[in-house]
């Protein structure tokens, strides 16, 4: 499993970013695919996830302005930003995990910085 952010940079408060995440090695009908963060100093949280049926959970702090989607045909997972915060300034990270029996397993994608000026 190979997972490629891009998308992030330097924007000013209320514009809008879209990351994308590309996959290789994931069906994306059976593993849950999410975008965490992590400011400095500060735990990786969860932002958005999509699971194998395409339901979509999001973290409160960012319902209503963030929309995660994903792309089978292009392997491709998208979290679309939209008027953005200085609080929404991390490090974002694409996740994919899989559930079996007993567990599970998380794979990383190596992050793509967001920062959003005042």
């Known amino acids: 499993v190979q997972l490629q952010a891009s998308g992030g940079g330097l924007v000013q408060a209320g514009d809008s970013l879209r990351l994308s995440c590309a996959a290789s090695?994931?069906?994306?009908?059976?593993?849950?695919m999410a975008w965490y963060r992590q400011a400095p100093g500060k735990q990786r949280d969860m932002v958005a996830t999509?699971?194998?049926?395409?339901?979509?959970n999001y973290a409160d702090s960012v319902k209503g302005r963030f929309t995660i989607s994903r792309d089978s045909a292009k392997n491709t997972v998208y979290l679309q930003m939209n008027s953005l915060k200085p609080e929404d300034t991390a490090v974002y990270y694409c996740n994919s995990r899989r559930v079996v029996v007993g567990g599970s397993y998380d794979y990383w994608g190596q992050g793509t910085q967001v920062t959003v000026s005042s």
């Open positions: 090695g994931v069906n994306f009908r059976r593993n849950v």
């Open positions: 999509i699971n194998g049926s395409g339901f979509k």
